[in-house]
């Protein structure tokens, strides 16, 4: 009589448990998307690879706060696969906003920073990007595999 009840008593706390993942899960995804995170990326720049300032600075990755809150990403880095690395001095993205990280040279303004770079960093036919918390703690990554227009929105 026991494992009658005890079978059934197992598979309601089974299905409880799977109901309660399946909750879980959209709310994760819905706060992930809520936050700070990746945006765009113009990974290869338009036109011949001159390497002039202009050229490189159209190359780009979009950061955007889909917060409500000002964040401020003092100490926060940008990487590539290779290694380069970008790490925000103090810059405070408003809420809703962007920030776009140029690779080439150029002075701090609203919306736009600058890596200060002579020579390109994000590859044309595959890379990663991933922006990384202070502590070392990933946030947020968006990778492309090969070249089309050159852009990737990656949320």
């Known amino acids: 009589m026991r494992i ?50 202009a050229s490189l600075n159209a190359e780009w990755v979009e950061i955007h706060n889909n917060t409500k809150a000002k964040f401020q990403l003092k100490g926060y880095k940008l990487k590539d696969n290779t290694g380069y690395t970008y ?41 990663k990007a991933r922006l990384i918390k202070p502590s070392g703690k990933l946030l947020d990554s968006c990778s492309w595999t090969k070249s089309s227009k050159g852009t990737k929105n990656c949320h």
Not at 32 to 43: A, D, K, N, T
Not at 109 to 117: E, I, L, T
Request: charged letters at 15%; proline letters at 5%.
């Open 87 to 127: 790490t925000f001095g103090s810059y405070n993205v408003s809420p809703g906003k962007t920030v776009r990280v140029h690779t080439g040279k150029g002075r701090t303004s609203p919306g736009h920073v600058y890596w200060n770079r002579g020579s390109y960093v994000w590859n044309n036919t595959g890379d």
């Open 4 to 53: 009658r009840t005890a079978v059934p008593l197992a598979l309601a706390a089974t299905a409880a448990l799977a109901g309660s993942l399946l909750v879980a899960a959209p709310a994760s995804a819905a706060a992930h998307q809520g936050g700070v995170h990746l945006g765009r990326i113009q990974y290869d720049s338009p036109g011949k690879d001159t390497r002039s300032t």
